[in-house]
């Protein structure tokens, strides 16, 4: 795309107000005689403006931060945005500030900023994103928060990353563009962790032949694995005990990044055992499995944990089960699981028992913790990261924060994967490089863009998407009410909460899934 140059957002605004009054001020004439006063020429290209709220009254050197990280912006984005008339007769709450009333023609961009208190010093540097969205989804008025206690926090890369979600980068513009794939926040549409929806169990409560559906009060809340030595029924001609166990994968959009098992044990016998996990190789339903239909299983699967005393059980055994769940995502025949003892510790003594899905506490069933595979499907952006060396990288792309928590709230969904770009400043710990994936990004949500303005920037691809590390404090945040511009200039309420929900299908091809059941 060509390159178009022009002077800087802020002293552009201001020459083009001096002119303005110059020719009010002097009485303008035509050929033919005075002419009245002629309408502001909108200035060419894209325009941030920055207003301050009440209250704010930042330093000359604040000012030209913020200065700095607009000139940043407006080389990036190089195409005019269609102004829209906004009417909002009353201030109006916009992410975590309080906007003034407007009516005006914006053009092309407002962006409100305060400096107030967030959580102290050395926490949230700042908090920003859209408010009010065109219907074209590019917001019309955003905000930024800064927190007046972290004065050292202003840098310039904070500054450029919070007006980037100013701008749009967030899932509150990706998600209706049909952009953000698979979030792992819940308020943008994760769905809820998978329950077991088929275990048989065996236990010296039920038939001596059953290996079915549980019948009884004991059994409705035991799933039972390990060695018998007289505490339940053993398989005939075999000295273990084992269960069957489930899932429905089909709400998945795609593969998972991460998908844990999660068992919850309510009561174990003897010193120690290791539980392990085996594909089963056929078709089974829970109410009609014995032990002469029980279906083969094949080799092991999934890592093993030790049982001793429950010592790595506190307060759940978890397993990883990823690479299963993927091929079961993608559509290959799902059997399930038998959960059994490892055979080699056949000599010792052990019995343990899980909750089931019958269990009246939800929260003890068994779970499938899933970890989505959060990615941003921009053609534009796909298509830089590439460029930067993303061809071996063996997921989805371009791979986003995935790293949701109650406690992190508005940073997953709408940052760059940390612990594959390297020192990128749409990250959520805060790099200094405005990479072309960024920039990418920009031109997917609708705007015109310069791609030859794009810092040098660096990608980790093997298997790094695999590797887990503690979270992050931290840098910003975003999510609050949002607004779309009715037909009249008026806001309309698009999600009074934290962020939006939207529908989006997924972005690459699904094998059939052929499920046997």
């Known amino acids: 795309m060509r390159k178009r140059t022009r002077p800087g957002g802020a002293a552009r605004r201001w020459r083009a107000g001096l002119a303005l009054t110059g020719l009010l001020s002097a009485g303008a004439c035509g050929k033919d005689g005075p002419t009245g006063p002629q309408p502001p020429v909108e200035p060419a290209g894209f325009q941030i403006e920055l207003r301050y709220v009440e209250g704010t009254d930042p330093t000359p050197e604040q000012r030209a931060t913020l200065e700095r990280a607009v000139a940043r912006w407006e080389e990036v984005i190089v195409g005019d945005v269609p102004g829209v008339r906004v009417r909002q007769p ?51 008025v955003s905000s930024i928060t800064l927190d007046e206690e972290d004065p050292y926090g202003l840098t310039d890369p904070l500054m450029i990353h919070e007006l980037g979600h100013a701008l749009g980068f967030d899932p509150a513009v990706w998600q209706p563009l049909g952009l953000l794939k698979d979030p792992s926040d819940p308020a943008n549409g994760r769905p809820d962790p998978l329950e077991a929806v088929a275990d048989a169990t065996v236990s010296e409560w039920y038939a001596e032949d059953g290996f079915g559906l549980p019948a009884g009060t004991p059994l409705s809340e035991r799933l039972v694995v390990g060695e018998s030595f007289g505490t339940w029924t053993e398989g005939p001609g075999e000295d273990e005990l084992m269960s069957l166990i489930r899932f429905d994968v089909s709400a998945l959009a795609a593969p998972p990044l991460a998908a844990i ?15 392990v996990f085996h594909d ?31 010592s790595t059980c506190d307060p759940t055994c978890d397993t990883d089960l990823t690479f299963k769940v993927v091929d079961w995502a993608l559509g290959v025949s799902e059997n399930g699981l038998v959960v059994r003892q490892d055979g080699v510790l056949g000599g010792i003594s052990s019995n343990i028992a899980f909750h089931t899905r019958h269990a009246a506490d939800p929260g003890v069933r068994p779970k499938l913790r899933i970890t989505p595979d959060t990615h941003f499907a921009g053609p534009a952006a796909r298509a ?90 931290p840098i910003d945040g975003s999510g609050g009410p949002l607004y779309r511009i009715g037909p009249r200039g008026n806001f309309e309420v698009v999600s009074p909460g934290v962020q939006v929900r939207w529908e989006a299908e997924p972005d690459f091809p699904r094998r059939p899934r052929v499920l046997e059941r």
């Open 280 to 310: 089963v190789l056929a078709p089974w339903e829970e109410g009609t499995v014995s032990w002469t239909t029980v279906p083969d299983f094949g080799g092991k699967i999934g890592a093993q944990f030790g049982t001793g005393f429950l």
């Open 90 to 140: 009353a201030p109006f709450a916009c992410q975590r500030l309080t906007a003034p009333a407007m009516d005006e023609e914006i053009d092309d961009l407002v962006v409100f900023v305060e400096f107030g208190p967030l959580d102290g010093p050395g926490g949230w540097f700042g908090w920003g994103g859209p408010c009010v969205l065109r219907d074209s989804f590019l917001p019309a």
């Open 261 to 275: 098992l999660e068992l919850t044990p309510t009561e174990t016998a003897g010193d120690t055992g290791v539980i």
């Open 384 to 473: 830089a990261f590439d460029e930067l060396g993303g061809t071996a990288y063996d997921s989805a792309k371009v791979p986003v924060d995935d790293s949701y928590s109650p406690d992190r709230p508005g940073v997953a969904d709408g940052h760059w994967r940390r612990n594959v770009f390297v020192q990128e400043v749409m990250t959520a710990n805060l790099g200094a490089s405005l990479s072309a994936v960024t920039i990418g990004a920009m031109e997917d949500i609708g705007y015109e863009v310069d791609h030859s303005v794009a810092d040098p920037a660096e990608l980790r691809t093997h298997f790094f998407h695999r590797l887990y590390g503690e979270p992050i404090a």
